[in-house]
C-alpha cells in the first residue's frame, strides 16, 4: 500500500515551512531514511518560467530551500536543477527566488543541459533526459500544484517532463501529445526511466484556472509527501477537487498496471485529507470535454469539441516565442499579424504556457461551450490574488 502524507503549512515563513516539513517526513523517518551520507541528491523543482514566487508558477524557494537544508543535515550534497520552459536558466532562477534558495542552503546549482539517451521502457524506444538528472544517486521531486491546460493538472508526475531538456520538450509534445492519454504514457515512463526517492509537493498557494503559467495563486495551506509520485496526485487531485476522469495520468497509470492510482490502495498519514475544506480549482479554459465519441465523429467535429489557442492582438508583441516553441510549426507571424493553423495545432498548449504577455487566448469550439455551460464548467477567474484559506 502506497503512504501520502498530509501536512498543514499556512505560509511560506522559514520557520513555518522548516517545521512543517519536519512533521510531514516524520511519519517516513524523516529525510535521513532517502538520503544516506555522501548521496549526491538532486532537488528537481517546478522551474517553469521567470516569476516571483508569489505567482505561484514555480515551486516555492523556502521550500526548496528547507529541503536542501535538510538532505544536508543527512549528510548528503543537494543539487537543485531543471530546465525552464522558458527564459534562461540563470535569470528564472534569480527571479523565482531559486537562486537564493541555493545561496543559503549552501546546495549546488545545476542547468540541466548535456543529455543521455536511454532505451524506454515500453512504448517509447528511446527516451533523452538530463545528465545530471540521470547521474545523480537520488532524486526528490519538488513539484508546484497546479492546473494545466493540456493534463487538467501538474503535479508529481508531470514535473518529472522538466527531466527533458530543452527545445526536446516541444518534440515530445510532437511525437507523443496527439492525445492525452499517450502524453501520460510518456510522463509515465519518464518517471519508470528513475524514479525518485520522494515527492515533496509545495500546495500552500497552489494555481488554479489556467495554469500551469497564466493561473491564478490559490491558498490550499498544504504540503503533501510520497513516494509513489502517481499516487501523491491521486491525493493532491483531491485537495484541488478535480474529479479522477479529467486526469489522464491517472487513468494511464491504472492501464499500464502502475500501483498509486487507485485511492483505496492508498494509506494518508499526517493531517486526514478531510481536515482540509476542499475547495474545487477553476479547471483551465483550454480542457475539452471528453465525449467518449468515436474517432471518427471527433475528426470531424475537432473545431466544435475543442479550444484553439488565438493571439489577443491588443497584448500580442508578436515577439515570436509561441511560435518557435509551438511543436508542430502551426504559428506563424506574417504582415505584423499572428495567424495559428488549426489543422495543425495539436493543442498542447506550450504557446499560452510560454507566451511572457499573457497574450495567447483560448477560443473555444461551440459544441464545446454549450457542454461546459451544462456541465458548469467554470471559466478562470481574473484575479491574481490567492483566494480563500481552504482549512
Ligand atoms: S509569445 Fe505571446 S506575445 Fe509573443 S508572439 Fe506569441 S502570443 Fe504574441
Ligand atoms: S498552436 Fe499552441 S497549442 Fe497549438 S500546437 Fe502550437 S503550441 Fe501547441
Known amino acids: 500500500m502506497d503512504t501520502v502524507c498530509l501536512q498543514q503549512c499556512d505560509g ?20 535521513s531514511v532517502f538520503v544516506m551520507p555522501g548521496d549526491r541528491v538532486l532537488l528537481k523543482p517546478n522551474l517553469l518560467s521567470a516569476k516571483l ?38 535569470r528564472v532562477a534569480e527571479k523565482s527566488g531559486i537562486a537564493r534558495a541555493a545561496a543559503e542552503s549552501g546546495a549546488e546549482l545545476v542547468e540541466f543541459s548535456t543529455t543521455v539517451d536511454l532505451p524506454g521502457s ?34 508529481a508526475v508531470k514535473n518529472l517532463f522538466g527531466a527533458v531538456v530543452g527545445a526536446e520538450k516541444a518534440g515530445w509534445h510532437l511525437k507523443a501529445g496527439a492525445t492525452r492519454e499517450q502524453f501520460a504514457r510518456l510522463l509515465l ?15 500552500i498557494v497552489a494555481m488554479e484556472g489556467n495554469g500551469p503559467g497564466s493561473g491564478d495563486p490559490v491558498r490550499v495551506g498544504a504540503l503533501i ?32 498496471g502502475l500501483h498509486g492510482a487507485d485511492r483505496d490502495g492508498i494509506r494518508i498519514c499526517g493531517n486526514p485529507l478531510a481536515s482540509f475544506r476542499i475547495h474545487p480549482f477553476k479547471l483551465p479554459g483550454g480542457l475539452d470535454v471528453q465525449f467518449g465519441m468515436p474517432t471518427f465523429l471527433n475528426t470531424i467535429l475537432k473545431h466544435h469539441l475543442t479550444s484553439y489557442p488565438a493571439a489577443d492582438r491588443t497584448s500580442c508583441v508578436l515577439c515570436g516565442v509561441c511560435r518557435d516553441a509551438c511543436p508542430p510549426a502551426a504559428i506563424e ?17 506550450c504557446c499560452r504556457e510560454l507566451c511572457p504577455h499573457d497574450a495567447m487566448l483560448i477560443r473555444r469550439g461551440v459544441l464545446l461551450r454549450i457542454v461546459s455551460a451544462l456541465k458548469g464548467c467554470g471559466q478562470p477567474s481574473s484575479s491574481s490574488v490567492p483566494r480563500g484559506i481552504s482549512r
Request: glycine share 8%.
Open 189 to 203: 515512463e519518464i518517471y519508470l526511466l528513475k524514479k525518485p526517492v520522494l515527492n515533496i509537493v509545495d500546495a
Open 333 to 349: 507571424i506574417k504582415n505584423s499579424a499572428l495567424s495559428v493553423d488549426q489543422e495543425r495545432c495539436i493543442r498542447c498548449w
Open 12 to 31: 511560506y515563513d522559514y520557520g513555518l515551512v522548516r517545521n512543517a516539513l519536519l512533521s510531514l517526513l516524520e511519519p517516513f523517518g524523516g529525510m
Open 53 to 90: 514566487p508569489e505567482r505561484a508558477v514555480t515551486t516555492h524557494p523556502t521550500v526548496v530551500r528547507v529541503v536542501a537544508e535538510l538532505v544536508r543535515e543527512a549528510g548528503g550534497r543537494a543539487i537543485i536543477g531543471d530546465s525552464p520552459g522558458i527564459g534562461g536558466f540563470q
Open 225 to 256: 509527501a510520497g513516494v509513489n509520485p502517481v499516487a501523491v496526485d491521486v491525493i493532491a487531485a483531491r485537495l484541488a477537487g478535480i474529479p479522477e476522469e479529467l486526469l489522464p495520468i491517472g487513468r494511464e497509470a491504472r492501464r499500464m
Open 122 to 155: 515500453g512504448t517509447f524506444r528511446r527516451i533523452t533526459v538530463a545528465k545530471a538528472y540521470w547521474d545523480a544517486d537520488k532524486i526528490i521531486n519538488l513539484p508546484k500544484l497546479k492546473t494545466h491546460e493540456m493534463m487538467t493538472m501538474t503535479c
